[in-house]
């Protein structure tokens, strides 16, 4: 962060402490210039920047995000001028989620229910757009743009379901070659999802070492009319536990891949055989904010949860890691939320495209974010598998290859916490 924080804020308590969390952070990559004395104020206030009126009042008192957001994907003064750091601030922090009643049948935020639905803004990085319009529009500085990196990871949530799932697949396409090559993978103890030494050496390949989070929770949960499954493996098996070891030998990462269980973080953490920096949630199952003040009492550094089931994009709008300010808890989290930007079950079980349509659909989103982006990807280990999943390798390596030619280098989770950790 800056040393100094250069502007002058004459708005209420609450209110300057989320204006100021925010423009901390956005201005440790600014070349701010001309800044000092640079008064924000309250709409009306005469200052030289004047916060509008709709979203003091919506961090004293939260609604939902239609009464702030009404004419388009932006907050408005009363005088129908747009306010790009009120935008920023918004967005940034995920406000939308405080007052959203809506939910899905396993408790998430739908989709649907969202601004970036309603204006189709998913994919832009709206946030760093309103920021430099703030700089701009006032001479205080220049945005100092950074090479994007690349974060790619794989929720290991069944490792021996493949006999099952594969099989069904195959006896019902009538292929009986499939299905021998599935019961001598079955006899040769070497099921086709446990497969995480190939995906090492694919990601090898490219220079690239990934993370892979593990479920500590076994067996099915029912919530409500539905069955979810957490993990098929046990974490105490000593074949998986040779492999989280030959996974860290590797240099590849690993974390916590958080079930739906009763289960508090801190105990799911404490029966992980190694030591855990990272976490996303199971079936990105979570309810903000009270999923920031979890992650902040887990002990926690890193959370890769904040992504859409039903679409890529980007949750906050932000597509670089970020730490949001919480109004519930009144601080800065301690926690950096890294943007989930691309998933493969995303088009699997939400959006359907053929293969092509995937796959230039996820290119051009990474093209879209060439800069100032950590570009992170999820590939869970079925999808590195033919039959069923045939195809989804295909546009996983043609993603890589395409981060690997732009110069998109991999970053680590000690990178990110030395880079946005506070």
Known sequence: MTATFPFELDLPP???????????????????????GFRIGQEGSGAAYELSASLVQFVEQPVDWRKVLQ??????????SKDSLATLVFMANYFQEYAIDARDDIGRMPFSATYQAKYGIEREDTCLKHFKA??????????????????VSHDNDGLFRSFKQDGLFALRRGRLDWLLRIVFSEAMRKPRWFNMDRIMDIND???????????????????????????DYSIDDPRIQRLMKR???????????????????????AKLPFSC?????????????????????????????VGFAEEFGLRNNYA???????LHQMKTLSVVYVPLMIMDTTNWTYKQYSMAEFRDKAVALIEEHDKNAVISILWHNKYFT???????????????????ERGVAGISQQELINQYAS
């Open 386 to 404: 033919d039959m069923k999943f045939d195809g989804y390798l295909d546009v996983y390596r043609t993603l890589l290859k395409l981060c690997r």
């Open 277 to 305: 920096k990272a976490n996303r949630n199971h079936f990105l199952r979570l309810r903000l904010p009270e999923h920031f003040q979890e992650m902040e009492e887990s002990g926690l550094k890193l959370d890769f949860s």
């Open 71 to 80: 004419n388009g994907p932006f907050i408005q003064r009363k005088d129908g």
């Open 320 to 326: 670089l890691p970020y730490r949001p300010y919480d």
């Open 205 to 231: 390949a490219y220079d690239l070492k990934s993370t892979f989070f593990w479920l500590v929770e076994q067996g099915d949960v029912y919530l409500e009319n539905r069955k979810l499954r957490n993990s």
């Open 134 to 151: 703030f700089l701009e529009e006032h001479h205080l500085g220049k945005w100092k743009d950074c090479p994007s990196r690349l974060f």
């Open 247 to 269: 996974i860290e030998s590797r240099g590849f990462e690993q974390g916590l891949h958080k079930s739906i269980s009763s289960l508090g973080f801190k105990e799911e953490i």
């Open 14 to 36: 609450k209110v300057s402490a989320v204006v100021r969390s925010t423009l901390e952070q956005f201005i440790a990559k600014t070349e701010v210039i001309n800044a000092s």
